[in-house]
T-cell receptor
Framework: EAQVTQNPRYLITVTGKKLTVTCSQN?????MSWYRQDPGLGLRQIYY???????DKGDVPEGYKVSRKEKRNFPLILESPSPNQTSLYFC??????????????FGEGSWLTVV | QQQVKQSPQSLIVQKGGISIINCAYE??????FPWYQQFPGKGPALLIA?????SEKKEGRFTISFNKSAKQFSLHIMDSQPGDSATYFC????????????FGTGTKLQVIP
């Protein structure tokens, strides 16, 4: 089954305590990205990766880091989380589809609360 | 900079009615306009998409209407059902290679019996 798997699904952490949200896809997609979803703001891209070792900033990259050492994995790192990073996070992957354009496959989301 | 404006933010429709969600874009270079559907506790999933060379695309009860000159597109859900209750995101992008997708802010649809 085609999947984007992210962990943890739910996390409460304290300000300043480093955390990593893992993401893995089994579709051999070149492109992966991270989004955050906030009420009234929709989905905003944090970082994206076009392939292994190739990453770039999205719309809201401040306070986040990513790495892409393997094609299937794209972890999101919060080095020093702050309360304004409390949000619902989605990992996503996509591949060029000549018939449909870029179809994005999303994980099920990670609820992160920073207190 | 918001390049895709979506309205309304929330919508309540009676079962059997028509749900209409509207989006407007600014960048005329966009050439692929997908709609994503998100159920509570789940990630968004592609529902239907359209390219600007057609004015309408229909899949079952879901129809996208596209007005290239007005730079607007809309999702119509006919015979709305309680199972359609979800958040809907319109989006816009370019179809060549990897291109960043710009999402609307979402519409929370509730279909009441």
């Amino acid at each position: 089954e085609a999947q984007v798997t992210q962990n943890p699904r739910y996390l409460i952490t304290v300000t300043g305590k480093k955390l990593t949200v893992t993401c893995s896809q089994n579709m051999n997609h070149e492109y992966m990205s991270w989004y955050r979803q906030d009420p009234g703001l929709g989905l905003r891209q944090i970082y994206y990766s076009m392939n292994v070792e190739v990453t770039d900033k999205g719309d809201v990259p401040e306070g986040y880091k990513v790495s892409r050492k393997e094609k299937r994995n794209f972890p999101l790192i919060l080095e020093s989380p702050s309360p304004n990073q409390t949000s619902l996070y989605f990992c996503a992957s996509s591949s060029r589809d000549g018939n449909s354009g870029n179809t994005i496959y999303f994980g099920e989301g990670s609820w992160l609360t920073v207190v | 900079q918001q390049q895709v404006k979506q309205s309304p933010q929330s919508l309540i429709v009676q079962k059997g009615g028509i749900s209409i969600i509207n989006c407007a874009y600014e960048n005329t270079a966009f050439d692929y306009f997908p709609w994503y559907q998100q159920f509570p506790g789940k990630g968004p999933a592609l529902l239907i998409a359209i390219r600007p060379d057609v004015s309408e695309k229909k899949e079952g009860r879901f129809t996208i209407s596209f007005n290239k000159s007005a730079k607007q597109f809309s999702l119509h859900i006919m015979d709305s059902q309680p199972g359609d209750s979800a958040t809907y995101f319109c989006a816009a992008t370019y179809s060549g290679g990897y291109q960043k997708v710009t999402f609307g802010t979402g519409t929370k649809l509730q279909v009441i019996p």
